[in-house]
């Protein structure tokens, strides 16, 4: 290998470690985002609601210039194999992040939408539980992606079930609490669309674990993971 070859190899390894650490830093950032969220909703905290609204933004940011970066190494490099699918990944998980964002936003959201109501402690319970597990599966995710291990990437897709069966009994304990006192209708309603936004976290966060895979083996994971939300089925009506 010439001495012109090895520079344009190491260029290339350099620009490709450059987009994988943006990834990385998107990934912290959608991590804060999601507890600052979480806080915030627990102590009603509305300055640190305000400052996850305003951080959403530096993550769609920080997607445009992934994309950017991704794009320019493909129009230049035109790589091949493994590169071609690492930087076509990059594009593909920056979205799930800028997602998990946005998720993040829409409870910060809701946090300014109920400040000054009555929050019963026992309504958040259930949302807490549900929210450490579905950052637990961020957190794992992502930590699988900057070691490009995919040992535990079947578990951690599979785990997204219990997200899903958490999500479908708080839906059933906040229906309950409507039930029981309408004057828990207006605070229910929101934090079902804060639990909602919590079960789709774990869902962008399993997607990024079937890109990985597909990163490291070529391969896609087998066996077609469920996604259907199942609470439809809570009042025992089936929707059409």
């Keep these: 290998m010439n001495s012109l070859t090895q520079h344009t190899v190491k260029s290339f390894d350099d620009e490709l470690h ?12 959608a991590e804060q985002i999601i507890d600052q969220a979480v806080t915030a909703l627990a102590n009603d905290d509305l300055a640190l609601a305000s400052q996850v609204i305003a951080d959403d ?7 445009r210039e992934v994309d950017d ?9 035109q790589p091949m194999a493994q590169d071609l699918r690492e930087i076509l990944s990059a594009i593909r998980i920056s979205a799930e ?3 998990v964002g946005d998720m993040g936003k829409n409870i910060a959201k809701r946090v300014v939408a109920m400040s000054g109501t009555n929050h019963p402690s026992k309504l958040y319970r259930g949302l807490q539980a549900l929210s450490e597990l579905a950052r637990t599966q961020l957190k794992d ?22 997200i899903d069966a958490m999500y479908t009994s708080l839906f059933r304990e906040l229906l309950t609490y409507m039930m029981e006192d309408p004057r828990n209708i207006s605070t229910c309603t929101h934090l079902l ?13 399993t997607n990024v674990a079937e890109i990985l895979y597909y990163i490291v083996t070529g391969q896609q994971l ?6 259907d939300d199942e609470t439809h089925r809570v009042t025992g009506m089936p929707i059409a």
């Design 141 to 162: 995710v992502l930590d699988a992606y900057a070691s490009r291990s995919v040992d535990r990437l079947a578990y951690l897709r599979d785990r997204d079930n219990q």
């Design 69 to 77: 970066m991704a794009i320019s190494l493909l129009a230049r490099r």
């Design 97 to 99: 992040l800028e997602r």
């Design 222 to 227: 087998d066996h077609h993971r469920a996604k």
């Design 57 to 63: 933004a530096l993550l769609d940011q920080a997607q």
């Design 18 to 29: 450059a987009l994988t650490a943006k990834l990385a830093a998107m990934g912290g950032q």
């Design 193 to 205: 669309f804060c639990a909602k936004n919590i079960e789709r976290i774990g869902d962008h966060a």
